[in-house]
């Protein structure tokens, strides 16, 4: 199975964990989601965002999350990273990394993983940033906090990661403010404030949709390149189908709050078992023939107080049948991986790739 | 970077001149409107109406209202406040010498409301909508609301009166006594930061909820920063651009508040100068007064504007 679209190398053999011998036990994932939910509190009501949560990342593999806007990826990626807000977020399952459940550690015993065995990067570089420190105040601070170092080794550290995500004169960069940087420079920037304390797993959260398609392509390089060299895992997220196959090994699908497909990623190219994954991936545009209309998904998700009972897609499902009404569970499928539909053996779905 | 800074200065200077006109300007007019005649008050009760127009000339109050206005800002312009018209004394030399005890209260008044004042206001942002940030923001309501005169006469019959702690009226020049000076202060000082204390404790709430809430502190929550670092270095820091402005405002706001305070008091400040050289429609005194003062707003908004750029990257210089 070769990547066939844009200039991306394709790094899968380093950095995946396909392994050639299918008989050998699969190692303890690094991390290690189970059944999470999670619910906000309102005034007077309970709105279950996310339910029922299940994935797994391994030690150097790439797992995309994708989806549309409003389906909890976001919410899922905030919550592995215990950013969201305690009092008001109710959480269940667990968040195992390296074996331990997070959601069982104190704040303060949280705060010492964060950003050292577990970094996020966000959407947004323009505003991601502390406006008012330089690049590498912010990088050295990172640093400070997670290892006994003094200044001078901070700024040589933070330097050194600048250099790493390809910011030409990273010790001139490394004085400069937010605003004196282009949204490619500071992306890059945030990245190496990242991976400055070399976590295990980089959450990347929609990196590049902020960006210029030229600077996305960069980013999209420096992140491969790092998660080759220094083996670090990563979980994408995306609504970029496209973006997240030419990175990862294995592709989780979301929609409305709910894992409803979680395979390798070749697998879900070329026979999607999911009707919401076909869905979105017939919507792409570079994958779609010049003349025509551009196939989409009719309809829009449902929004968390809205979730009907049964299949949470059955509403923009052109396969909707009446037993589709009752409460769909997560199956394991004959040739690997899961889906939520219990059409999903019969239905011969349409990919990209066939 | 010297010449630009020069050039900021310069230009600070020359946006200085309309403000300074414009505000003398308001003055002389609102004080035409106060009944009374200045001449009839220093030739006495039995004066003649010759009397009091030869006096009147002297003084050239016969002189087109334009005119007066005019004379006199061509003089201030020149350095000269003019002399008072009842006593004849130069106002600089009155101003220069009553000016210190109005600084002193309102100065010290400024350090009390901020070193109340922030710490209540970090209190409510960081527990916004809990019991304690409604404390908070109601005491501030209520610190915004009481009148001076009244907190004031309070404060004396508690603290004065009542305990004997502080003394209830007059001042010490604080160029001979420091602390004496600083302890005739206090309850002036105290009643006229009330206000302040509410406003910083208000503005520094609201924008550090802002800040708590923005993307770039959700980063520093990715990386495993501490929240005391998060709050004090970053939060404020992020902050303080609002805290500085709000800061500016209460100190211009205090100077002009001394008038009230200084009555309760009985201080012989500016403040009290002003409200008596109005009473007997001494122009010349109540412009030279507010002249000074305006001067003073000005060069604390300069200082301010410099901290600016000092505190945000963002901010260029000039």
Known sequence: MKKPWRGIPWTGETMTTRTSDPMAKPPQPLLDVRGLGITFSGPGSLVPVVRDVSLTVAAGESVGLVGESGCGKTVTGLALMGLLPFRTSRFDGQILLDGENLLELSERQWRKRRGR??????????????????????????????????????????????????????????????????????????????????????????????????????????????????????LFISHDLGLVSQTCSRIVTMYAGEVVESRAADDVLCRPRHPYTSGLLRSLPSFTPRKGRLPSIPGRVPRPAEFPNGCRFEGRCPHAQQQCSARQQLQPLRDGGFARCWRSEELSLPGVLS | MQNQFLRFLLWRMVQFLPVVAMATLTIFSLIQLVPGDPAATIAGEYATAENIEAIRHSLGLDRPLWEQYGIWLWNAA?????????????????????????????????????????????????????????????????GVAVPNFWLGMILVSIFALGFGWFPTTGARPISEDFWGALHHAALPAATLATGGIAEIARQLRSSLIE??????????????????????????????LTLLTVIGLVFNHMLGATVATEAVFAISGTGSMIVNAAINKDFPVVQGAVFVLVLIVIVMNLIIDLFYSLLDPRVKKG
């Open chain 1, 117 to 234: 065995r577990i970094g996020m990067i966000f959407q947004e570089p323009m505003t991601a940033l502390d406006p008012v420190f330089t690049i590498g105040a912010q990088i050295g601070e990172t640093l400070r906090t997670h290892f006994r170092i003094g200044r001078s080794e901070a700024r040589e550290r933070a330097i050194e990661a600048l250099a790493q995500v390809g910011i030409p004169d990273p010790a001139t960069r490394h004085d400069a403010y937010p605003h004196e940087l282009s949204g490619g420079m500071r992306q890059r920037a945030m990245i190496a404030m990242t991976i400055s304390c070399e976590p295990a797993l980089l959450i990347a959260d929609e990196p590049t949709t902020a960006l210029d398609v030229t600077v996305q392509a960069q980013i999209m390089d420096v992140l491969g390149e790092l998660s080759a060299r220094s083996g670090m895992a990563m």
């Open chain 2, 78 to 142: 020149q350095g000269d406040l003019s002399n008072s018209l009842l006593s004849g004394l130069p106002v600089m030399d009155e101003v220069l010498r009553r000016l210190p005890s109005t600084l002193t209260i309102a100065v010290l008044a400024l350090c009390i409301a901020v070193i109340v004042g922030v710490p209540l206001g970090v209190l409510a942002a960081t527990r916004a909508d809990t019991m304690l940030d409604r404390l908070v923001t109601g005491i501030a309501s209520l």
């Open chain 2, 211 to 240: 800040v708590l809430q923005s993307q770039y502190v959700r980063t520093l929550r990715a990386k495993g920063l501490p929240n005391y670092l998060i709050l004090w270095k970053h939060g404020l820091r992020n902050a303080a």
